[in-house]
């Protein structure tokens, strides 16, 4: 066990609190000591798929998506391959994103 640990465990000891997430047992919250899964966390909790960050991420993953076939489709070309070029500088891949990106604007908007 290492120094940290071994201190660690020391105080606790000295203060009488049980290290660890305290449960309603006052045992750790590992699911080895409560005998409830992670997962079950989600089901106490609910969903977190209509939470607002949730739904904000999503909307960013899809917009990404989309842009990535865009590219992919308009311009014969790929943003990821864009982001490995070592032979082009930042400002050359920042460039260029934001004329593909300025262009996958103007047509999506245009579909609106």
């Known amino acids: 066990m290492n120094q940290i640990q071994t201190q660690k465990e020391a105080y606790y000891k000295k203060v009488g609190v049980a290290p660890g997430v305290p449960t ?3 045992a750790y919250g590992d699911p080895e000591n409560t005998g409830v899964g992670y997962n079950a966390v989600l089901t106490e909790l609910g969903n977190h798929d209509d939470a607002l960050r949730e739904i904000e991420a999503e909307q960013g993953t899809k917009t990404y998506n989309a842009f990535r076939g865009f590219v992919k489709t308009h311009f014969k070309a790929s943003v990821e391959n864009l982001f490995k070029n070592d032979k082009l500088k930042e400002k050359d ?6 004329k593909w990106w300025n262009e996958f604007k ?7």
Do not use: D, L, V, Y
Request: glycine content about 6%; overall charge positive.
């Open 24 to 26: 309603a047992k006052g």
């Open 93 to 98: 891949k920042i460039e260029q994103i934001n």
């Open 106 to 112: 103007k047509q999506t908007s245009n579909k609106k």
